[in-house]
């Protein structure tokens, strides 16, 4: 059974920064692909950003250059760094991978920017 465990999720003030980490039960080397989508109150599951098993990394246009996604194949780990936060980053933010035709979620981890 496939498990993805996310933590680090919290409160920030616009502007602070926030790191998001997904361990996964098996090494991220196994994935095709992995990385982290968001669902904001009201609205649908959005991605944020992924890298896949090559390394190459893909980012939404909301984030673009304000959040950095990388993976720690030794510790079968992977991380979102959110840099310069706004409010509108509020959000359950879950970790995803996929393998072939399987898709694997983690439970979420909430994500909230105010002042």
């Known amino acids: 059974q496939v498990q993805l465990v996310e933590s680090g999720g919290g409160l920030a003030q616009p502007g602070e920064s926030l790191r998001l980490s997904c361990a996964a039960s098996e090494t991220s080397l196994w994935f095709d692909i992995m990385g982290w989508f968001r669902q904001g109150p009201g609205e649908g599951r959005e991605l944020v950003a992924n890298?896949?098993?090559?390394?190459?990394?893909s980012y939404s246009d909301s984030v673009k250059g304000r959040f950095t996604i990388s993976e720690d194949n030794a510790k079968n780990t992977v991380v979102l760094q959110m840099n310069s936060l706004k409010p509108e980053d509020t959000a359950v933010y879950y970790c995803h991978a996929r393998r072939s035709i399987n898709h694997y979620w983690g439970q979420g981890t909430q994500v909230t920017v105010s002042s």
């Open positions: 890298i896949r098993s090559d390394g190459s990394a």
